[in-house]
Nanobody, 113 residues
Framework: QVQLVESGGGLVQPGGSLRLSCAVS????????MGWFRQAPGKQREFVAQ???????RYADSVKSRFTISRDNAKNMVFLQMDSLLAEDTGVYYC???????WGQGIQVTVSS
């Protein structure tokens, strides 16, 4: 049974930072790319960031230079460091193994003063 469990969300003021973590119970974690997606109220889920099994990264234009994705293959963890947060970053953030369509339950991030 594959499980992805996100943590680290919450309420933060504009300009602040949060670090999301995702613990993945999956024997082949290191062999797959990992991703973060988000869904704002009333909108479709959208891509945020992805990291390949080798560590190459790509980002949505809206978060480039503000967010950083990383992974720890020894601990089966993936992270999303979010800096300079904006109100439009508010939403539910999901950890994913995109190639296998595995998803976490999601975690709320709210950016508001």
């Amino acid at each position: 049974q594959v499980q992805l469990v996100e943590s680290g969300g919450g309420l933060v003021q504009p300009g602040g930072s949060l670090r999301l973590s995702c613990a993945v119970s999956f024997n082949y974690f290191s062999a797959y790319a990992m991703g973060w997606f988000r869904q704002a109220p009333g909108k479709q889920r959208e891509f945020v960031a992805q990291i390949s099994r080798g560590g190459s990264t790509r980002y949505a234009d809206s978060v480039k230079s503000r967010f950083t994705i990383s992974r720890d293959n020894a601990k089966n963890m993936v992270f999303l460091q979010m800096d300079s947060l904006l109100a439009e970053d508010t939403g539910v953030y999901y950890c994913s193994v995109p190639g296998l369509n595995y998803w976490g339950q999601g975690i709320q991030v709210t950016v508001s003063s």
